[in-house]
Nanobody, 124 residues
Framework: VQLQASGGGSVQAGGSLRLSCTAS????????MGWFRQALGKEREFVAA????????VYADFVKGRFTVSRDDAKNTLYLHLNSLKPEDTAVYYC???WGYGGPPRTQEDYIYWGQGTLVTVSS
């Protein structure tokens, strides 16, 4: 599975973006999919994830209702809707995937496939 993240850009605080992660090589309809981010000088951290069924979503505490993860399996694409963006949300955002049952994992070690990242810059 190859993952291609896109949709990053520069916005002002309070703005919105929609990140996309398009998969190729295999249908991801049974895959757990997640978003992680890495700010300059910091470790990569979990943002959000969605189960293969789409019924279960999990979020990092700092999201606090601002972000929404979703998927369109017909398009083989994962999304992350970013709202009420803050300067501290500035980071490279990565999508990741793994096949599995149960709830989507929060730890990056559990994911097998990774996209190349897309940069989100939020100015104050």
């Amino acid at each position: 599975v190859q993952l291609q993240a896109s949709g990053g850009g520069s916005v002002q605080a309070g703005g919105s973006l929609r990140l996309s992660c398009t998969a190729s090589g295999r249908m991801i309809s049974t895959y757990h999919m997640g978003w992680f981010r890495q700010a300059l000088g910091k470790e990569r951290e979990f943002v959000a994830a969605i189960s293969g069924s789409g019924d279960d979503t999990v979020y990092a505490d700092f999201v606090k209702g601002r972000f929404t993860v979703s998927r369109d399996d017909a398009k083989n694409t994962l999304y992350l809707h970013l709202n009420s963006l803050k300067p501290e949300d500035t980071a490279v955002y990565y999508c990741a995937g793994k096949w599995g049952y149960g709830g989507p994992p929060r730890t990056q070690e559990d994911y097998i496939y990774w996209g190349q990242g897309t940069l989100v810059t939020v100015s104050s």
